[in-house]
């Protein structure tokens, strides 16, 4: 089966920047879509970013636009997320998830998930 493990949280003051990546391993018989997931403690998941097997970013996070990036290595299976200008809000568990159609879904549907990497946003 195919392993997501992320890295590249922590803590960071309000306005810093973090760099999350996550390395997909396993089984990859064929292209997937790749993004990121957060939730926040009581909270409803949400959809921050995916980019599927062309290389096509989707962003489902309004309040993210301009500040998050997602780019992906495929040389090395890898998928970041650079997030700049970083508020208390944006403080969540975010998790790697992966759609083995290669198309980024419309509903936070995923075949696979991470374990996630806490991104807390405080002063």
């Known amino acids: 089966q195919l392993r997501l493990v992320e890295s590249g949280g922590g803590l960071v003051q309000p306005g810093g920047s973090l760099k999350l990546s996550c390395a997909a391993s396993?089984?990859?018989?064929?292209?997937?879509?790749i993004g990121w997931v957060r939730q926040a403690p009581g909270k409803e998941r949400e959809g921050v970013s995916c980019?599927?097997?062309?290389?096509?970013?989707?962003n489902y996070l309004d309040s993210v636009k301009g500040r998050f990036t997602i780019s992906r290595d495929n040389a090395n299976n890898t998928v970041y997320l650079q997030m700049n200008s970083l508020t208390p809000e944006d403080t969540a568990v975010y998790y790697c998830?992966?759609?083995?159609?290669?198309?980024?879904?419309?509903?936070?549907?995923?075949?696979?998930w991470g374990q996630g990497t806490q991104v807390t946003v405080s002063s």
């Open positions: 396993g089984s990859t018989s064929g292209y997937y879509a």
């Open positions: 998830v992966v759609d083995t159609t290669g198309l980024c879904p419309e509903e936070i549907i995923f075949d696979y």
């Open positions: 980019i599927n097997i062309m290389g096509r970013s989707t």
